[in-house]
């Protein structure tokens, strides 16, 4: 710990030389630097190589975020809404992303109203955000076909979006797409998401996976043998 403890707060986190940050971000990076310190000193060695071994800042963020909780002790209901929370985070860095509005109507070439109509449509899948606004998962824009054209929401989005109607929360639909599936699994073996099926084109497939999630005895649904996943309850992004 003396080395870390030898080094500037700027060194440890790479800030490039003469970086000039607000005086409220410098607070907020000391008091994480302190939190980070008082967990990492309480954790065991295994749950800190844990942590060091994920690959992205979100898995990192959720390894650390059970220490945390569990250095403190909060309500279970205080658990399960950061565990829904980070499972969302890390489902939509694994599943490509999210476009603010803005960035939608950049990337797609269309207008706000265009955008809402596609919204009020059930065109789409649109998360609300904690500021009232709404983001669009990148992963259910099909890739355009030539360099002149722009990504479009694959039509299936709306047959699986009926297919769910109002028993699950969009956030829990998004979860469950995002998150590989047994009964999405290719001849091969490999499991899938449902993003990826319906990239491939089995948009049906997706769809009676989903109405077996909201009706359980629908016999039509997919039979991998294991309950669909559908990760933690689901939280608004802030």
């Known amino acids: ?34 939190l980070a310190f008082e967990v990492a000193s309480s954790a065991g060695r295994g749950e800190l190589l844990r942590a060091l071994a994920t690959g992205s800042s979100v898995a990192f963020l959720r390894v650390f975020a059970e220490l945390l909780v569990s250095s403190t002790g909060p309500s279970a209901a205080a658990m399960e809404a950061l565990r829904g929370q980070l499972a969302l985070a890390e489902s939509v860095e694994l599943s490509g992303g999210l476009w603010r509005a803005d960035e939608a109507q950049a990337a797609l070439g269309v207008s706000r109203a265009t955008l809402q109509s596609w919204r009020d449509a059930g065109r789409v899948i649109a998360l609300p955000q904690g500021d009232g606004s709404y983001a669009y998962p990148v992963a259910q824009f099909l890739p355009p076909a030539t360099d002149l054209d722009r990504p479009r929401p694959d039509p299936a989005i709306g047959d699986v979006l009926r297919a769910a109607g109002t028993a699950i929360g969009v956030h829990e639909l998004f979860l469950l797409l995002a998150a590989p599936q047994p009964a999405l699994a290719t001849a091969g073996g490999g499991e899938r998401t449902g993003f990826e099926a319906l990239r491939a084109g089995e948009g049906a497939l997706v769809e009676a996976l989903v109405a077996h999630v909201v009706t359980p005895s629908d016999a039509g649904a997919p039979d991998s043998g294991e309950t669909p996943s559908i990760g933690q309850p689901a939280a608004v992004i802030h």
């Open 1 to 34: 710990m003396t080395a870390i403890f030898d080094q500037t707060l700027g060194t440890m986190v790479a800030a490039p030389a003469g970086a000039r940050v607000a005086p409220e971000a410098e607070a907020v990076v000391a008091r994480m630097a302190q």
